[in-house]
Nanobody, 121 residues
Framework: QVQLVESGGGLVQPGGSLRLSCAAS????????MCWYRQVPGKEREFVAG???????TYADSVKGRFTISRDNVKNTVYLQMTSLKPEDTAVYYC???????????????WGQGTQVTVSS
């Protein structure tokens, strides 16, 4: 069974930085895409950044130039480096990965439990 565990959230002042991590564990044949989403109460979950072996990383317009997504294929971990944080970045951040667990299975999406990021003075 695949599990995604996020870490690195917390409280930070505007202009500050945080790095989120998402470690995948379990039986995995191939990780296709690794993404970060975020959600605030009362709003839909929104895409933040994504990376795969096939395309260049992509970012939401609201975070371009401030956030960087990266991955460590050995550790099965994806990171989100967040800089120049703004109060509007406050949200629960979720890791999402499209994973095939065996050659005979279809790939499916898995989600982490979320980590809270609060940007406030």
């Amino acid at each position: 069974q695949v599990q995604l565990v996020e870490s690195g959230g917390g409280l930070v002042q505007p202009g500050g930085s945080l790095r989120l991590s998402c470690a995948a564990s379990g039986i995995m044949f191939r990780i296709n895409a690794m993404c970060w989403y975020r959600q605030v109460p009362g709003k839909e979950r929104e895409f933040v950044a994504g990376t795969s072996s096939l395309v260049m990383p992509t970012y939401a317009d609201s975070v371009k130039g401030r956030f960087t997504i990266s991955r460590d294929n050995v550790k099965n971990t994806v990171y989100l480096q967040m800089t120049s944080l703004k109060p509007e970045d406050t949200a629960v951040y979720y890791c999402n990965e499209n994973i095939r667990t065996s050659p005979g299975n279809m790939a499916r999406d898995y989600w982490g439990q979320g980590t809270q990021v609060t940007v406030s003075s």
